[in-house]
């Protein structure tokens, strides 16, 4: 809620400049762009944590067995948390390269445009952890917005 706060501030902001004022603040855009940074990779990982993303679901109801349905439930976990974990080093790695350079009209490291993809990829990797742990307690994870 706070970066879509953000985002909504900024952005009004900058309208506001650009059409009343007639100076467009420099800083709005980038600002605007770190704030959707963090609003949308956290966005994927309580998407990950609710179960929202594209799974296959349907296809295991209708054509698998209900022993089957657990273990490739597993590997559906395994394969997202796995790519979690990838896309956290690598963010990682990809983030401390740029440390050095700063974001130009902000003044910020160029790194803290990809540490939202670090904290995603480990709350990827934690949440999917969670729900194959829940699936072999034979419990249900339940959504973050009950």
Known sequence: ??????????????????????????????????????????????????AGHIGLESVLVM???????????????LLVGTFGMVMGWNAWVLAESVMPYKIPTLGLSEGLNHLPLVIAGVLITLFSLEHILALVQGEEVRPSWH
């Open 1 to 50: 809620m706070t970066g879509l706060l953000g985002i909504v501030v900024v952005v009004t902001y900058q309208v506001f400049g650009r059409y009343v004022l007639n100076d467009t603040p420099t800083w709005a855009e980038s600002l605007a762009l770190v704030f959707v940074l963090y609003v949308t990779m956290f966005g994927a990982a309580v998407g990950v944590r609710d």
């Open 63 to 77: 054509v698998m067995p209900e022993r089957h349905r657990i273990w490739v439930e597993i590997l559906i976990h």
